[in-house]
């Protein structure tokens, strides 16, 4: 199965933390770069962060820099998402990305592979 699977969303108060974590088979997460976006709703999809397959390279929205780290690891093929001092603007639905690149991964155009989303919910 080519599609991620993201799990670990759920409901936080504002000021706590959740960790998101995405599965891939190998051959999905096999040299792809992956990524994390998030909708909520009424707007349009976003770019939350990206990481390139062999980890050496982080990029994020600047909405979640310093707050949000993005992580994985290829033994295990997933990667995660922690995200600290949640706010309650950070409540959406949150996709796992895969592609080639890290550029394609920051890209909602260019994404190759999207999970399914997973519910965030951060209460004021």
């Known amino acids: 199965q080519a599609q991620p699977v993201e799990s670990g969303g759920g409901l936080v108060q504002a000021g706590g933390s959740l960790r998101l974590s995405c599965a891939a088979s190998?051959?999905?997460?096999?040299?792809?770069?992956m990524g994390w976006f998030r909708q909520a709703p009424g707007k349009e999809r976003e770019f939350v962060a990206a990481?390139?397959?062999?980890?050496?390279?982080?990029y994020y929205a600047d909405s979640v820099k310093g707050r949000f780290t993005i992580s994985r690891d290829n033994a295990k093929n997933t990667v995660y998402l922690q995200m600290n001092s949640l706010k309650p603007e950070d409540t959406a639905v949150y996709y796992c990305?895969?592609?080639?690149?890290?550029?394609?991964?920051?890209?909602?155009?260019?994404?190759?592979?999207w999970g399914q989303g997973t519910q965030v919910t951060v209460s004021s």
């Open positions: 190998a051959r999905t997460f096999s040299r792809y770069a």
């Open positions: 990305a895969a592609g080639p690149t890290t550029a394609q991964v920051m890209s909602v155009s260019q994404v190759r592979y």
């Open positions: 990481i390139s397959w062999s980890g050496g390279s982080t």
